[in-house]
């Protein structure tokens, strides 16, 4: 059903209630509320309104129902155009109609023939592990389709956009993307979600998803100094595996985790970093209460799935993670400054920008913090071998051969100056 379809038939019944199978979780919202704020969604939906999308995508219950993130998911990513039929970087490539529809013609199966990619025996044997928590009602052969499908998904971003480098963890945003989109739509969603959104988690290394975990400690010493010199006691790789999933990793409940990327999409791709931030503020006072370094560790690794018990729990770390990025933006933040110009963290902060980047554009992004991080290994390597050790080695060496040519030339330090 288009948006229009959508918005026609919410304006034609003043009584309307969304059904509870189709609300993600009780958000909260009296009846009124929930059909007004519905109303709202696909108002914004079909008018392409990103900045309406981006509110109300904070707000209780995020976009409500896995029906209007079919519209809104692919807007804030910019795979669908209100009203046209759309290429993986939603360009318009028919008239506009009164429909969202992907591009038919580019969504086929051509891409069975492409190369394979490097990464399809890793896929393989993460998407055997997938489904782990929902849904929880299928049969086994409804998950075997569904794994089935995942793997196409997968393996069709993949081969379309060869450069990116898979990571164990995308096939679980990649689950969340397949639950709730209709097939036609998932591909191109999560090619742009890739190129431009997590590019930085698909590179050959995980020095820039490092350097994004820097950032946690100057949010959290920025809101509470105590707690920041309390967690300092361990490096905040607790964080990676929530940052690299989008917290689809951890979060056990697909309604919960749905709400989630309603944020995690509106916002800019440094969101994540102040969800976190703000899940150890909730916790603080169990945090404080650890002293040991890898319990502290294990206790910081384990908050997304303390903090997805009730709905009401995760809109308010939602609502306070916006109100700490308003406080203390990124540029703000002491880390910021090592942050690559290339990574996404700053080549995506306008998500209405973003939307209209181009996979050429996330491949040229990609390209650049190819070019950093080799350098970066270069001088690592230059800064390994320079030790004392290794400078006596190069000393002796020059010494020795300077010793030749006194020799050679007849003794005398003539002799050296002449060669």
């Known amino acids: 059903m288009s948006v229009k379809d959508d918005l026609d038939s919410s ?3 003043e009584s309307l209630i969304v059904s509870t199978d189709e609300k993600s979780g009780d958000c909260g919202l009296s009846d009124v509320d929930y059909r007004e704020k519905n109303l709202k969604i696909l108002a914004a939906c079909k008018a392409g309104n990103i900045d309406d999308l981006q509110d109300l995508a904070v707000s209780k219950g995020g976009f409500l129902t896995d029906a209007n993130r079919a519209h809104a998911w692919p807007i804030l990513l910019g795979s669908v155009n209100p009203g046209y039929t759309t290429d993986l970087d939603g360009n318009a490539d028919n ?3 009164p429909e969202l529809r992907p591009d038919e013609s580019k969504a086929a199966e051509g891409w069975r023939n492409l190369p394979r990619h490097p990464d399809e025996d890793q896929v393989k044997l993460d998407v055997d592990r997938s489904f782990v928590y929902y849904p929880n009602d299928n049969t086994q052969a409804e998950l075997d389709s569904k794994k089935a499908e995942l793997s196409d998904l997968i393996t069709e971003v993949l081969r379309r956009l060869p450069y990116l480098c898979y990571f164990q963890g995308y096939h679980d945003i990649c689950q969340v993307f397949l639950l709730v989109l209709p097939a036609p739509l998932r591909a191109a969603a999560v090619a742009r979600l890739s190129s431009l959104r997590i590019r930085d988690f698909m590179l050959p290394n995980l020095r820039p998803a490092v350097a994004q975990l820097r950032l946690i400690p100057d949010i959290l010493g920025a809101a509470d100094r105590e707690l920041c010199a309390h967690l300092s006691r361990t490096e905040p ?26 944020a995690l999409l509106a916002r800019e791709p440094a969101f994540p970093l102040y969800v976190f931030a703000q899940m150890a503020l909730r916790r603080r006072a169990d945090l404080l209460a650890h002293d040991e370094p890898d319990m502290l560790h294990f206790a910081l690794s384990k908050l997304p799935q303390d903090q997805a018990v009730a709905l ?15 406080a ?20 995506a902060r306008d998500v209405g920008a973003c939307a209209r980047q181009s996979l050429d554009d996330g491949r040229r992004f990609f390209d650049a913090q190819l070019r950093e991080l080799w350098w970066v290994d270069r001088c690592d390597a230059l800064r390994k071998y320079d030790t004392r050790s290794n400078r006596v080695a190069v000393l002796t060496v020059l010494v020795g051969v300077a010793a030749a040519l006194y020799v050679r030339r007849g003794g005398g330090f003539g002799a050296l100056l002449q060669h």
């Not at 989008?246 to 985790?257: E, K, P, S, T």
């Not at 009401?312 to 308003?326: F, H, K, N, Q, S």
């Not at 910021?336 to 996404?344: C, K, M, P, Q």
Request: hydrophobic fraction near 40%; proline fraction near 4%; avoid cysteine.
């Open 237 to 262: 790789y607790f964080a990676l595996s929530d940052t690299l999933t989008m917290f689809a990793h951890n979060v056990q409940r697909l309604g919960d985790i749905s709400r989630l990327f309603d």
């Open 95 to 97: 008239a506009p109609g």
């Open 312 to 326: 009401d729990g995760l809109d308010a770390i939602v609502e306070g993670a916006a109100r700490l990025a308003e």
């Open 11 to 13: 304006q034609r019944s």
């Open 328 to 347: 203390h933006p990124p540029e703000s933040l002491r880390a910021w400054r090592h942050i690559s110009g290339a990574s996404v963290l700053k080549t």
